[in-house]
Nanobody, 127 residues
């Protein structure tokens, strides 16, 4: 059973930083699309960033470009989301998701394209 597990959320002031981690177990394939999504109360779940573990290629939502960085440690089956210059509008539950396919430029931000999800970690940014 594939199971992503997120950690690293918390509360910070605007302008601060956090690093989220997503450790995944149960995979037989080493190449997969890993993505971070977020969902604020009353809003739809949105794609934040993705990375294809086979070649490290990344995609970002426009709202986080230049502030967030997704990276991977394949030896640890772990993906990270470094979040800098945080804003109050970044406040949300952050989820890690994965699928055993390439991260398509068109499909990566679509939640229904992912097969496995973590339980989420809360990020709260105060002004």
């Amino acid at each position: 059973q594939v199971q992503p597990v997120e950690s690293g959320g918390g509360s910070v002031q605007a302008g601060g930083s956090l690093r989220l981690s997503c450790a995944t177990s149960g995979y037989t394939s080493s190449s997969r699309c890993m993505a971070w999504f977020r969902q604020a109360p009353g809003k739809e779940r949105e794609g934040v960033a993705s990375i294809y573990t086979g070649d490290g290629f990344t995609y970002y939502a426009d709202s986080v470009k230049g502030r967030f960085t997704i990276s991977q440690d394949n030896a640890k089956n772990t993906v990270y989301l470094q979040m800098n210059s945080l804003k109050p509008e970044d406040t949300a539950m952050y989820y890690c998701a994965t699928r055993v396919q390439y991260c398509s430029g068109v499909y990566w931000p679509l939640a229904f394209r992912y097969d496995y999800w973590g339980q989420g970690t809360q990020v709260t940014v105060s002004s």
